[in-house]
């Protein structure tokens, strides 16, 4: 974590090589500090097996990434009631089977998903990853995700959704897009309800691919 910790209730092992940047390796236990030695010139240190009684601590260049949601059309999303997409359909092309949700060229349409964030989640921005594709055509797709988070008690109508829009190009028929978005939900923080929204904005100037934008699945995690 940049600039913070990884607080552990029980022990880390860690096989491999620990990348510190420079200096030497520190470790806080609940017996105090331990240092390693100094780093080589590459800045790795390596460590046969690390245990750490109670945090492991980062430098400001060190990463992690806390995945809370993987999902796939068909599973956990449902075409919304007023703005249904299309879906979720089995579809079968040469060597692969899959679900989708299927959003239209010319009206938008919205699917949602429901999930509940853990409480280390920090209230910060959040990656969304989409995944899809289109069967034919070629031209861009504008995606809207909105996004809210709900505590224990807070009126579900209250609070409105924070939004992000990205125009995606398809790049071939029948291939794989991953189109990202970097999004903060609104009342962000841990332990609470996370609703998402994906929408088509198929009526925008900038949505030019003429069929159906297929929706395959959605990642949403945090670096941290």
Request: contains cysteine; aromatic residues 6%.
């Amino acid at each position: 974590m940049a600039d913070g910790d990884l607080i552990m209730d029980g022990d880390l092992i860690i096989e491999g090589v620990l990348v510190a940047g420079s200096g030497a390796v520190e470790v806080t236990t609940a017996a105090g500090k331990v240092k390693s030695g100094a780093l080589d010139s590459a800045g790795d240190q390596e460590i046969a097996t690390l245990t750490v009684g109670t945090r492991l601590k980062l430098g400001a260049s060190g990463k992690s990434r806390v995945w809370f949601l993987s999902t796939q059309a068909g599973k956990q999303w449902t075409p919304d009631t007023d703005a249904a997409c299309g879906g979720p359909t089995a579809r079968k092309i040469t060597n692969c089977d899959f679900l989708t949700l299927d959003f239209d060229a010319s009206t938008d349409e919205v699917a949602y998903c429901n999930i509940l964030l853990p409480p280390w989640y920090d209230g910060g921005q959040l990656l969304v990853e989409l995944f899809w594709t289109a069967l034919s055509g070629s031209g861009n797709v504008v995606w809207v995700v909105y996004m809210k988070c709900l505590a224990h008690d807070a009126v579900i109508t209250a609070a409105s959704l924070a939004g992000a829009s990205v125009t995606a190009t398809l790049t071939a028929a029948n291939d794989v897009q991953r189109t990202e978005f970097s999004i903060t939900p609104n009342g962000a923080a841990g332990n609470t309800w996370l609703q998402v929204l994906v929408r088509r904005d198929a009526d925008a100037a900038g949505d030019t691919l003429a069929v159906d934008a297929l929706m395959i699945g959605m990642n949403v995690s945090q670096v941290q």
